[in-house]
């Protein structure tokens, strides 16, 4: 059985660029996971958010061991077993420590996901696009008679998508789910997966729009970190009870951040003969 590390709390401060610091106050660490084993932090050009928790886990931006990513998912796996009345993953406390360590274990990986279960309710995975499709089914691959599908920002032509939802703060704000709108309708209990929660905006319209098209769904999100503010989790509690809808948020890491001072972060341009040396082009 999986015991829980005591959670406590830890301020960190970050220097982005120049002036501009971000400070975290990481509330909800159940693993006592260190944060630069799951993310790193970068600056961009960005007048809506200057800056980015690069994910250690995803393989998206930074190279990654396959172990550690689905790694990642066998532990958001194992919270929901506990979550829903199940023993955990029983290799979940040797994978955390893989984790924190930064050394995979390709054996350990193999062995972790040939557990699988089965929930007590009829469940369909839904996996958030472009980030966090991989990791969606990382955690779906350990559960039997369930159903995995993922929202893409992509059109398919001669097909109607089951239904779309819009994510405001993203440069590419509507998502699709192309998906059996039987699965959906049978349904009993809906899991959306993502990497990140900021706001919870993208959630909120995601299960509502859902709710619309197949209400009567109870929902759990689970997330590697939760970033939102004790305001936005109010917001989102009180949504989901003004449309009386279930929704309960598992995460790895929660807490909150905070801007520290502004810098002017501006695009170099790189110089004509710098760029031709970097691609690789001869003359």
């Known amino acids: 059985m999986l015991h829980h590390s005591t ?35 970068a600056v961009r050009i960005n007048k809506k958010r200057q800056f980015l928790f690069v994910s250690r886990l995803l393989g998206k931006h930074l190279a990654v061991d396959p172990a550690i990513s689905l790694g990642t998912g066998t532990i958001l796996a194992s919270m929901l077993m506990e979550d829903e009345g199940l023993d955990g993953h029983p290799l979940v406390n040797e ?15 193999l062995d972790s996901l040939a557990y699988k279960t089965e929930l007590p309710n009829k469940t369909v995975f839904i996996g958030f696009a ?6 969606g089914h990382a955690v779906f691959h ?10 893409t920002r992509e059109e398919i032509l001669h097909m109607e998508p089951s239904f779309y ?14 998906a059996p709108e039987q699965t959906l309708k049978e349904a009993e209990t809906i899991v959306l997966i993502d990497d990140e929660i900021t706001t919870g905006l993208t959630l909120s319209n995601l299960i509502v ?61 790189i ?12 003359a």
């Open 142 to 151: 350990h559960f039997e008679n369930a159903h995995y599908i993922h929202t």
């Open 165 to 178: 939802f819009e994510e405001e703060h993203s440069h590419a704000t509507s998502h699709s789910v192309y």
């Open 209 to 269: 729009a859902l709710n619309v098209s197949f209400p009567g769904k109870r929902y759990k999100i689970l997330s590697i970190l939760d970033w939102r503010t004790e305001a936005h989790q109010q917001d989102f509690i009180h949504l989901m009870n003004t449309h009386n809808i279930s929704a309960e948020v598992i995460t790895i890491m929660g807490g909150q951040f905070k801007l520290l001072n502004e810098a002017t972060i501006e695009e170099k341009e």
């Open 95 to 109: 994978i955390i420590q893989m984790i924190n360590s930064e050394i995979p274990n390709r054996q350990l990986s």
């Open 271 to 282: 110089p004509f003969d710098y760029a031709i040396v970097c691609s690789g082009s001869t």
């Open 130 to 135: 472009e980030t966090a499709t991989g990791l």
């Open 7 to 41: 959670s406590f709390n830890t301020l960190k401060t970050y220097n982005l660029h120049g002036d501009l610091k971000l400070e975290i106050d990481i509330k909800d660490n159940p693993y006592n996971f260190s944060p630069e084993s799951l993310f790193q932090m």
